[in-house]
């Protein structure tokens, strides 16, 4: 079955950005698709600004790197109970802003292929640290070199003290090496699992030993604390640094098909994975000296990207769906926090992953409860409905909500109908239902149950008919993939 131009560029739209915005679609639909790459790259060529949350006066904070430093030191310290409390309240504070300023721009930014690809190494490099500052330097690093090169961007994220503290290796000396940074390294962020032994990882640790950071953030190599003698990592043999590591790894072709492999199952498909096909793109990808944005044209600009099976292939994370209905129908929330609550209850929270290996994806995001919500979310906002969910112990994925032993908040908006009524506001009521669904839904052959959805629709008048129709259509299975 031949796939149309619309359903293709709204696929691309989808797996190199959050999906269409309504209030950019017509634009989008007129190019020619031979302009819809060139148009991506062009809207992310810009660096990004650093998001700096100390100046951010959505709270009112005014911590400086001093707090901070007490942060650091509180089990040393002699601060009371109280003070402690305080401090920790302050910096959870801080890290919700920072989650809110990152998820605003996703939905508002022009440069959609930046920002997901940045939200791709967010989960690649899982880093899970309640200092703020540190996190928020990360994600910088993360941001600007997204779509630049590889080996930068594993020298600056493996550098932020984020990384090296959450991976501990400010306790790595040469007296007594700590693995944990050395073994992550090599598993989740180069080579993979099977492709270097217990003896690589014992001897990488001793390269790293010395990597850490001072109190404001900044990586500090401390030579006193380094084990200076010969190594033995991956064959080869020397006085190897960590950053002599990094290259070894790189210089593995093995390092490029893992990380092409990881892109492929985010961008293109998460099931149907051809070995010779992700082989290809790895070995192109190492070839270019690990050239990001190169390996995102060949997959990008590729007629097999295109194909049905990829089409509505994937289902959307949380952070992927609540940007994309955000993108569809731009909202004004009266309590931006309770956004909060409702990537902890679909099970994703900005800079919360579960685990150093990041969020595993693919049908792990649907269960009995989570699909619920998934399909009751349009309804709750069209009704300012309230998020009302059990708490888990784990209160700094809680982002500070507890409520007695409850989480709630309440998703009070207003949507802006405009941008969907400039396009189908016009629609004869026969036709409003299948254009709807070949723009909402991600599927070859969009054909909704019309019987039973007209039912739930409001045909009195054409703006009713396109706000229930979209709603409803929101509210299905179909929509949760793209």
């Given amino acids: 079955m031949p796939v149309s131009k619309q359903l293709k560029l709204q696929h691309l739209l989808w797996r190199a950005g959050f999906g269409p915005t309504t209030e950019t679609w017509q634009r989008w639909l007129a190019l020619d698709e031979k302009d819809w790459w060139p148009t991506l790259q062009k809207g992310s060529s810009l660096k990004p600004d650093k998001f700096d949350i100390a100046d951010n006066a959505f709270h009112g904070l005014s911590m400086g790197v001093e707090e901070f430093i007490k942060v650091e030191q509180a089990k040393k310290s002699e601060l009371s109970k109280e003070e402690k409390k305080q401090l920790r309240e302050q910096n959870r504070e801080l890290m919700q802003s920072l989650n809110l300023i990152w998820l605003d721009e996703m939905v508002v930014t022009r440069a959609q292929l930046r920002e997901k690809l940045a939200f791709f190494w967010h989960g690649h490099f899982a880093s899970r640290n309640l200092n703020v500052l540190f996190q928020q330097d990360m994600l910088h690093v993360i941001r600007e070199h997204a779509l630049g090169n590889f080996r930068d961007l594993l020298r600056g994220v493996s550098k932020s003290a984020a990384m090296l503290a959450f991976l501990n290796n400010q306790q790595n000396k040469k007296a ?33 030993t010395g990597w850490g950071f001072n109190l404001q953030g900044e990586f500090v190599f401390r030579k006193n604390q380094h084990d200076a003698g010969s190594k033995t990592v991956l064959g080869k043999t020397g006085r190897f640094t960590g950053d002599d590591v990094l290259d070894l790894l790189l210089e593995q072709r093995q390092t490029a098909h893992f990380i092409a492999r990881k892109l492929y199952r985010f961008l293109v498909n998460e099931e149907k994975i051809p070995e010779a096909r992700v082989r290809q793109l790895g070995d192109r990808f190492f070839d270019s000296g690990y050239d990001i944005m190169a390996l995102l044209q060949e997959i990008f600009t590729s007629t097999w990207f295109f194909d049905p099976e990829n089409i509505g292939s994937k289902i959307k994370s949380p952070v992927e769906l609540w940007v994309g ?30 685990n150093v290996a990041g969020w595993p994806g693919g049908r792990t995001w649907i269960d009995s409860t989570s699909l619920m919500l998934r399909l009751r979310l349009p309804h709750i906002i069209a009704a300012n409905g309230a998020l009302d969910l059990s708490a888990k112990s784990d209160d700094d994925t809680a982002m500070g909500q ?15 109908w405009k941008p969907m009524l400039t396009i189908f506001g016009n629609t004869p009521e026969g036709s409003a239902l299948p254009e709807l669904a070949r723009f909402l839904w991600q599927t070859p052959k969009a054909e909704p149950p019309q019987a039973v959805l007209q039912k739930h629709t409001d045909a009195r008048t054409n703006e009713q008919l396109v706000k229930t129709t979209t709603l409803q259509l929101m509210a299905t299975p179909e929509y949760q993939v793209c």
Wanted: glycine fraction near 6%; avoid cysteine; charge should be positive.
């Fill in 176 to 208: 007594k090496p700590n693995e944990n940074f050395a073994r992550e390294v090599m598993e989740l962020f180069t080579m993979g699992r099977g492709h270097y032994t217990e003896t690589d990882i014992k001897e990488a640790a001793r390269a790293f």
């Fill in 325 to 354: 209905i955000r993108r569809t129908l731009p909202l004004t929330l009266e309590d931006p926090e309770a956004q909060l609550l409702l990537q902890r209850a679909l099970g994703q929270v900005l800079f919360h992953p579960p």
């Fill in 402 to 416: 507890n409520r007695g032993g409850r989480l709630q908040a309440r998703l009070a908006l207003n949507v802006d």
